[in-house]
């Protein structure tokens, strides 16, 4: 009965719209809709249909990584939820499900609420371009639209390492390779140091994670490719500080250098509900790697970035709290939403029509 069940839920996923599903042991199934959750008018799930469904989603190599680390993150594909992006825990010594319904295609950049400059960003020969933001926030989204830009556009090899696989893309002018995790390579670091060897244009890093990730994906960006990656800070100055914090000494010297010589741009993001509460709409924050972004970094003056976003206008860069404002005007959401996302409310609370 639990497969039964499993079954219906996905493909029940378009009726709901949702963006995610939730099996967790002692209550019925709970959807994720316009960032909110629904419990489903089912009855509630017992531990060992968890465990059932769990084990009918995963290989045997799955299987045994999610036996010895008790997590795991694997991708597959439904026949009408599409491509679904599962994540397995433990809680009480049995497994429970989050599922991420990914979607079958790649939105325009004005449906997706993405500024302008971000393409500018994405036609750049080499260099790190980072998106960033907390879970759920659209990283991914946005990472595959940018592939989808490129692949449109220009005639060059586009390798990505994703754990998992969220969305396919098929080759337009460009060839993508698109790597799994657990799949086709057995870790990720030990694939971002090998993907070098494959002549690639672009590399698409799923997640800057650790030391070796980011310090691998720093010399690509050097060394004449275009490397776009996500990772997970609140905001424009923290993913700088995360980077550089992750090294001491003269390692950090060194990635101070990189950064400052192969950054072209950051979007950290937000999805906030709408005022109809109908939707989520995007708020970001936009970092352009001007000749002054540069010069901050290598002082290691990141506390001054602030400021320079804030008269980078010209330049395509917004703060937060001045895309919150924004929203709030064109009535994209309220007021409270406003105050309540803001890194400084007194930006906000001063211009209240």
Known sequence: MSMETLGRLLSAVNEY??????????????????????IADEDALTEEETDTMAASLMNEPQRKKFEQEWELCISILHSAAGRVRVTFYRRNNHTELSLRFCGDKVAARADLGLPDKLDDLARRPNGLVL???????GKTTTLNYLVDLINSERRCKIVTIEDPIEFVHENKRAIVVQQE?????RSFNRALIHVLRQDPDVIVVGEMRDHEAIATAMTAAET???????????????????????????????????LANALQGIIA????PSADRTRRVLGYELLV???????????NQLHHLENT????????MILMDNCLYDLYCKCAITYDTAMSR?????RIAPQKK
Do not use: C, W, Y
Request: no cysteine; glycine share 10%.
């Open 131 to 137: 998106i960033t933001g907390p879970t759920g926030a």
């Open 17 to 38: 719209d949702a963006s995610d599903l939730h099996l967790v042991a002692g209550v019925p199934p709970a959807f994720r809709v316009n960032g909110e959750i629904i």
């Open 181 to 185: 995790v657990l799949t086709d390579v």
């Open 289 to 299: 790697a001007t000749n002054a972004v540069r010069n901050l970094i290598r002082e």
């Open 342 to 346: 803001a890194r400084n409310p007194e």
């Open 309 to 316: 976003i804030q008269m980078g206008r010209k330049d395509g």
């Open 224 to 258: 004449g490719h275009l490397v776009l990656a996500t990772m997970h800070s609140p905001n424009v100055s923290h993913a700088l500080e995360r980077i550089i914090g992750v090294f001491e000494g003269s390692a950090q010297k060194q990635i101070i250098l990189q």
């Open 269 to 272: 993001q937000d999805l906030l």
